[in-house]
């Protein structure tokens, strides 16, 4: 699920209901819209190797090895207990 809509924002789109009100007001920023724009510039997007799990109090954070463009990074999204992305990093 998490590398559709990775890809899907790579691509520039993405699903309303997969994010959470303040995620969705991000998204549609100038910096929501140029930070993906920026990182599909870096390649196609390759092998998403699911790294680890942590629960929280308030849903959970999974990590992923993400591949674009031939470099590697690391990803995690905070998701809410009802499976809302609330956050997403890069590094």
């Known amino acids: 699920m998490l590398k559709d809509v990775v890809s899907r924002l790579l691509n520039g789109k993405y699903e309303l209901e997969s994010f959470t009100p303040a995620m969705r007001i991000f998204l549609n920023t100038a910096t929501g819209k140029a ?3 920026w990182f599909a510039d870096h390649g196609a997007l390759g092998p998403f190797t699911f790294s680890d799990r942590e ?4 849903g959970q954070v999974r990590r992923y090895r993400v591949r674009l463009g031939g470099n590697s990074y690391w990803f995690s999204v905070k998701l809410t207990k009802d499976g809302k992305i609330a956050q997403i990093y890069w590094w």
């Open 35 to 37: 930070f993906w724009k």
């Open 55 to 58: 629960q929280r109090g308030d």
